[in-house]
């Protein structure tokens, strides 16, 4: 099966949906999962929210509990990405004794105020949590402070007073600069010039898309503050997209360079298309381009986008001759292997062939049944010096795993430090919520 290919089987019920779209996820075909989304959106809209109760059969299966909440988040990340986060929303739980989570609610709230017309609200609001957390310390609070400076900049620019927005946006700026975040001292340095010059404010989430005032009422993630011209998805890029999507699923690579490097022309922010032609040049075995345009999309989405994340990690140690060349080509194959005991036979291998790599043990991690076995594996993945995507993939299945064994207070443990850790990605914040809350946390 190839990277483009779409799925073709049509469920005829709810149960049949989600099952239908978890073995999508499973085998990580992401065009199939894409094209079901789209197909099955009201479905899958008014579905979810019972779909957020494990079912009582796995309660004492991790693998499915790890299978069902990989899935969902899944799912919920495609919502995300076509602008839909109500899905992405609904998978956070109960979170109101954790200070930095109620924090990461009052900026969500704040950004909402800003993005409906209310910036003297937004200030309110944000002053009160300075107040409230100024006793915090730690990494969290080194990630919090200035996102919540530089948001108070903005409110008090929208306000009108260009005085206090310059203040605080400043301080944003410096508390970067002493923490060494160059992003985020790129991202204020660009706001100060702006509000000295004059524009209009846009905010965006973790993959570079803007918001709008109904997003941010839901949002989760991590929010980038820039005050700059409008940027948006065109229907045009869609389209350009989508046809050079389906050119590769035919194997006509040249067209769907063209036609994705066009949509990405179009919307110089938008990540997906940059990450298809990174896939496609993967597939064309042009290593070199495969590796910029992978580079390129975390750019674009530094917290994470699809694979993107272990993709450059795997071929920037192929360059440094760590691990054979071909070796991310061969890996992500194997996602494309419908049989599951071939596929299973192609992550042991690699396990035995290249013990170093840690997103082979990840896999087979999830395809043992045995906790030891289990353990052991993640253990052999996280000396084996993982990406940030793997690293966050294998505690979450540890944190399942301690779970099972009747030590919940070290599975929540982890489970909320991977949710309010900054070094996170956006897929291990979302999944480590998602099973605090329907695992752990129960």
């Not at 990340?77 to 009052?106: K, M, T, V, Y």
């Not at 927005?165 to 790129?186: M, Q």
């Not at 043990?361 to 353990?375: M, N, P, Q, T, Y």
């Not at 010096?385 to 919940?408: F, H, M, V």
């Amino acid at each position: 099966m190839g990277l483009f290919d779409s799925f073709k089987r049509r469920p005829t019920s709810g149960d049949d949906l989600r099952e239908t779209l978890f073995q999508a996820a499973e085998r990580r075909d992401w065009q199939a999962l894409a094209d079901l989304c789209r197909q099955h959106q009201q479905e899958i809209r008014d579905s979810f929210p019972g779909w957020r109760t494990l079912p009582e059969a796995l309660r004492s299966d991790p693998v499915g509990q790890n299978r069902y909440a990989q899935g969902l988040l899944a799912v919920a990340q495609l919502f995300e990405q076509a602008g839909d986060r109500s899905l992405i929303s609904s998978l956070i739980g109960d979170e109101s004794d954790n200070p930095l989570l109620a924090w990461e609610r009052d900026l969500t709230a704040a950004q909402s105020l800003i993005g409906s017309g209310r910036p003297r609200q937004a200030v309110e609001l944000l002053e009160s949590t300075l107040a409230r957390n100024a006793g915090l310390l730690g990494s969290g609070v080194d990630s919090y402070l200035p996102r919540t400076h530089g948001l108070l900049g903005i409110a008090w620019f929208r306000a009108g007073d260009t005085a206090k927005g310059v203040e605080f946006t400043e301080k944003a700026r410096s508390r970067c600069e002493e923490l060494g975040d160059a992003e985020g001292f790129t991202v204020y340095t660009t706001n100060l010039r702006q509000m000295k010059e004059g524009s209009s404010i846009i905010l965006r989430d973790a993959d570079g898309r803007a918001l709008s005032p109904e997003d941010l009422r839901d949002a989760t993630g991590t929010v980038r503050y820039e005050i700059i011209g409008n940027v948006s998805v065109t229907p045009e890029a869609t389209a350009l997209h989508e046809a050079g999507r389906q050119a590769g699923s035919k194997g006509d690579y040249p067209k769907a360079l063209a036609d994705l490097g066009r949509a990405s022309q179009l919307a110089p922010e938008w990540p997906y298309p940059v990450y298809d032609m990174a896939f496609t040049y993967l597939l064309m075995k042009d290593f070199e381009t495969a590796t910029a345009y992978f580079r390129k999309t975390i750019d674009l989405a530094p917290r994470g986008f699809f694979t993107a994340i272990t993709a450059l990690d795997t071929l920037l140690r192929e360059q440094r001759g760590d691990l054979p060349v071909g070796t991310y080509l061969a890996y992500s194959s194997l996602e494309w292997v419908a049989d599951r005991r071939k596929q299973a036979e192609g992550v042991r291998a690699l396990t035995e062939g290249l013990p170093t790599f840690a997103p082979a043990w990840r896999d087979f991690a999830i395809l043992v049944e045995d906790d030891e076995e289990k353990l052991a594996a993640i253990e052999k993945g996280m000396a084996a010096i993982p990406d940030a995507e793997t690293k966050g993939s294998l505690q979450i299945n540890k944190a399942l795993i301690l779970n099972r064994r009747g030590d919940r207070d070290g599975a929540v443990r982890l489970l909320r430090e991977l949710a309010v850790d900054p070094a996170s990605t956006l897929a291990t914040e979302h999944l480590a919520k998602f099973v605090l809350a329907n695992t752990a946390g129960k």
